[in-house]
T-cell receptor, first 115, second 116 residues
Framework: AQSVTQLDSQVPVFEEAPVELRCNYS??????LFWYVQYPNQGLQLLLK??????LVKSINGFEAEFNKSQTSFHLRKPSVHISDTAEYFC?????????????FGTGTSLTVIP | KAGVTQTPRYLIKTRGQQVTLSCSPI?????VSWYQQTPGQGLQFLFE???????NKGNFPGRFSGRQFSNSRSEMNVSTLELGDSALYLC???????????????FGPGTRLTVT
């Protein structure tokens, strides 16, 4: 089974500053990688995903993540954060289990953007 | 297209009772997965149903069970509730495409269960 580690449980950052949310997973075999965002009282929304191809993936709202196979990492970055980015962020890994896929989630990183 | 819906959104039960949560997937999605979300533990996988069959199961006691109906709607049942079962229960639906080994999950807003 996979395990996903999000190294920082809380990250405070000033508005317009850059941010990096770290994620490491346990196995280097073929996996799919995801970042989800959760706003208060809502479910999780997919932010971006890595399936194959270019190791750098980007979202429409300025976030990007880089897949590093040798370091089994998938860190999330944004060069300039906004107040609206305040939310809980979850890193997830999917691998094939039996006839389906199983998703493994990290414990989440709470990003707080300070005005 | 309507998103994943979960009912009820909030629930308060006492220890020893049982509870049933419902999830309606996005139209056309045949896979439904359930997760338990608690502070500090993150999301933990409960089980996945596909075409009315349980396809994968996480590491939870037998008090947690589920089922899926022919219209892909799914229910999750927890019997003999314990205080530690207080959590946000999330349901996710997926469109499984033949010939691929990946599918994207779309989450509902969750059911907040409080056990007193």
């Amino acid at each position: 089974a996979q395990s996903v580690t999000q190294l920082d449980s809380q990250v405070p950052v000033f508005e317009e500053a850059p941010v990096e949310l770290r994620c490491n997973y346990s196995s280097s075999v073929s996996v799919y990688l995801f970042w989800y965002v959760q706003y208060p009282n809502q479910g999780l929304q997919l932010l971006l995903k890595y399936l194959s191809g270019s190791t750098l993936v980007k979202s429409i709202n300025g976030f990007e993540a880089e897949f590093n196979k040798s370091q089994t990492s998938f860190h999330l970055r944004k060069p300039s954060v906004h107040i609206s980015d305040t939310a809980e962020y979850f890193c997830a890994v999917s691998d094939r289990v039996g006839t389906g896929n199983q998703f493994y989630f990290g414990t989440g990183t709470s990003l707080t953007v300070i005005p | 297209k309507a998103g994943v819906t979960q009912t009820p959104r909030y629930l308060i039960k006492t220890r020893g009772q049982q509870v049933t949560l419902s999830c309606s997937p996005i139209s056309g999605h045949r896979s439904v997965s359930w997760y338990q979300q608690t502070p500090g533990q993150g999301l933990q996988f409960l089980f996945e149903y596909f075409s009315e069959t349980q396809r994968n199961k996480g590491n939870f006691p037998g008090r947690f069970s589920g089922r899926q109906f022919s219209n892909s709607r799914s229910e999750m049942n927890v019997s003999t509730l314990e205080l530690g079962d207080s959590a946000l229960y999330l349901c996710a639906s997926s469109l499984v495409m033949w010939g691929t080994d990946y599918y994207e999950q779309y989450f509902g807003p969750g059911t907040r269960l409080t056990v007193t």
